[in-house]
């Protein structure tokens, strides 16, 4: 989305405009459609929060789901910013790889085949999540759309 009405930069409408911008480059999707998608809101809607001459908003916990789903910095840099703060890059952890994930999963399968589920085989689950989860994030910040399972007519 390319901001026909002119913002003052550094303002908020500036920062929501460039978010969009910022998914957009992500996904090669429309930025504010794939952004209404994810919030489950209208693209209206998303587009009064980005103009300064409408009332609309952005809520700070929308703003931070669309941060983390997409891995934009816009909405994260305008906020530190209004802290007086500058926003420092972290180290990012390493990705699992999706062969650790196969194999705990298969480790799950092999430790519940026996019907009974003990310490253990909860903590192999436990762990399963947490790599799952943390391949689900790694793509994430690679730009691509995570959607919740019931979005893809699962439940």
Avoid: N
């Amino acid at each position: 989305m390319t901001p026909i009405k002119p913002r003052r930069s550094g303002g908020v409408h500036d920062a929501v405009a460039r978010a969009f911008e910022e998914i957009e480059a992500r996904t090669g999707e429309q930025g504010i459609a794939a952004a209404a998608d994810t919030l489950g809101v209208s693209k209206w809607t998303l587009y009064a929060a980005a103009d300064p001459d409408r009332d609309g908003e952005l809520s700070l916990l929308r703003a931070g789901l669309l941060t983390q789903v997409y891995g934009i910095r816009s909405l994260a840099e305008w906020l530190a910013d209004k802290a007086g703060c500058d926003l420092a890059e972290r180290e990012a952890a390493p990705a699992p790889l999706i062969s650790d994930a196969m194999a705990a999963l298969g480790q799950c399968v092999q430790d519940l085949a026996d019907g009974e589920v003990s310490e253990q085989d909860m903590g192999d689950i436990r762990r399963t999540i947490a790599l799952l989860q943390g391949l689900l994030e790694a793509r994430a910040r690679r730009g691509a759309q995570v959607m919740p399972m019931a979005r893809e007519g699962r439940s």
